[in-house]
């Protein structure tokens, strides 16, 4: 490994609602009430279901694909897609790029979920496990049966791997449809096309490293998977627990990344296995993609994530006063954007808020953007449209609200940019997805107001190499290695065990890894 080189910004170097008002051929119109209280209230009111309907109006057209999707979408009205993305199309042609966008959070109430029109298909409720001790409560999961929050480790008969066998099948059906979904919309260009094709090749050259990881995610018994944090659809968080049950566990709150498209909770499972085995607990929350939702959607689901953590990780052996969040990509600038919200929110002394910022100890951005002004232009040369992009982030001007970096500028923001903690963003310079610019300038604006900040820099890594490519390498990681050492910063104990660590197993063959680095998408 080169030596660190100390940057101006205290960096180092290493190596290492659909809303759219389209002009034709077609218009959109959308009409999303949403609420965003905690299911953990004490209040029984009910309301109605929240949900975003998205209607897009389409006209004749003689595009073979737009056709084609027509007769799909129609094929798909019956079945029960919509009840999964709360969707009702007629699909259009290629989208226009549009000039702005409207949005109404009328205060419609919303009711609690009681049957399963918006949870995943053939899942059942079941329990969790917990960490061997039993404290009475009962917690809900998909995976299993009803058990008490302290239950022990699984024990796999033949009717439990069926449920498994169940359970990846349908999540696999559902991601599938929602993929085929997001296809409709994006309108399937050529850009997309070229996309596909190297992901294709990507997943071919890691896959050795996907099944051994797949493997442990579904059957190692210190993963307490799918536990219910919300009301929501999948509202659900992985829990990777340390084999040592000595003593509360240091926890980090992971919200995986995806293009705010594709993000899934099973994309953090490499990473939860290896701070687990530096006796860290990992929780990976789940949350509604577009078009199952937008921003506001994604953002209410992390922070109702982030609340549960902070609420109830003791009862699986975590310390609720050594939580870190953690986000990567997408993720990353949706956990940012949860913390300068929460930061609003505490500063005006709103009411029924379900967590604080004081239980954070620190926060970890991994290759995010936090300034989405600056990659509108930059996410569309790539193929994410800018279309598609406003809408995710809903309309023009919910640019401002969804970039933390803009928002804690507003002098008016004085007094929540207080009450952030300490933010370190990790990042390398190859990473041509989200530039690493994005972090030096965030962490620059931060340091500027008052804040505890610094951006590490990896040189020549990749989006998807300080994530994927070289925590499947094995031996030493830097950004690993970086990562526990400022969560272990002040446990000796725990900074010893780290010295005396082995050497992390190889996953890949290197030359495997190598053409990844070439080929991926990302």
């Known amino acids: 490994m080169a030596s660190k080189t100390l940057l101006p910004i205290s960096m180092k170097n290493k190596r290492g609602a659909i809303a759219l008002d389209h002009s034709p051929p077609f218009s959109i119109s959308s009409i999303p009430s949403r609420t965003h209280s905690s299911p953990y209230s004490s209040s029984s009111s009910s309301s109605v279901n929240a949900t975003t309907i998205m209607v897009v109006k389409g006209i004749e057209t003689d595009d073979a694909a737009a056709r084609l999707l027509q007769r799909s979408s129609s094929a798909s009205s019956s079945s029960s897609l919509d009840d999964v993305t709360n969707v009702k199309t007629v699909m259009p042609s290629k989208p226009n790029i549009p000039k702005a966008s409207s949005f109404n959070n009328g205060g419609q109430k919303r009711r609690r979920r009681n049957a399963s029109e918006d949870s995943f298909p ?117 829990l990777y627990l340390p084999k040592n049950s000595n003593g509360p566990k240091p926890v980090v709150a992971f919200i995986t990344g995806g293009a705010w498209i594709i993000g899934y909770k099973a994309w953090g499972s490499l990473l939860g296995k290896q701070l687990s085995e530096r006796d860290i607990i990992v929780a990976c929350i789940d949350y509604r993609n577009f078009p199952q939702g937008t921003m506001s959607d994604m953002l209410a689901d992390a922070s109702e994530g982030i609340s549960f953590v902070c609420n109830h990780i003791a009862e699986y052996g975590g310390d609720p006063n050594r939580i870190y969040l953690m986000g990567q990509s997408a993720g990353a600038h949706i956990a940012a954007c949860a913390i300068v919200e929460q930061a609003i929110k505490e500063a005006a002394k709103e009411e029924g808020i379900s967590w604080s910022l004081s239980r954070i100890k620190a926060y970890f951005g991994l290759s995010g953007g936090y300034n989405v002004f600056n990659l509108v232009d930059h996410f569309h040369n790539r193929g994410l449209y800018r279309s598609i992009f406003l809408s995710i982030m809903e309309g023009e001007e919910g ?114 890894l190598k053409l990844a680095h070439i080929v991926s998408p990302f």
């Open 122 to 238: 053939s899942i059942s409720d079941g329990g969790g496990g917990g960490n061997g001790k039993g404290n009475g409560n009962e917690i809900r999961t998909v995976d299993g049966d009803r058990r008490g929050g302290g239950g022990g480790g699984r024990k796999f008969s033949s009717s439990s791997i069926g449920e498994e066998v169940r359970h990846v099948a349908s999540e696999t059906f559902l991601l599938t449809r929602l993929f085929l979904t997001m296809l409709a919309y994006l309108g399937i260009g050529y850009k997309w096309i070229i996309q596909f094709l190297a992901l294709g090749c990507y997943a071919v050259m890691i896959f050795p490293g996907v099944i051994q990881v797949g493997y442990y995610y579904f059957f190692s018994s210190q993963i307490r998977r799918s536990i219910v944090y919300g009301d929501k659809p999948r509202n659900r968080l992985d």
């Open 399 to 512: 640019l401002r609200r969804f970039s933390p970096e803009v928002m804690v500028q507003d002098p008016n923001m004085a007094n929540a940019v207080s009450l952030l903690p300490p933010i370190v963003l990790f990042h390398g310079t190859g990473d041509y997805s989200i530039p690493s610019d994005a972090s030096t300038s965030f962490a620059e604006t931060l340091k500027k107001l008052g804040v505890k900040a610094e951006a590490i820099l990896y040189e020549g890594k990749t989006h998807t190499d300080v994530f994927l490519q070289d925590p499947m390498r094995g031996g030493t990681d830097a950004m690993f290695e970086d990562l526990v050492s400022y969560i272990h910063a002040n446990d000796p104990d725990a900074r010893a065990k780290d010295a005396l660590a082995p050497p992390r197993r190889r996953l890949v063959p290197e030359f495997m």
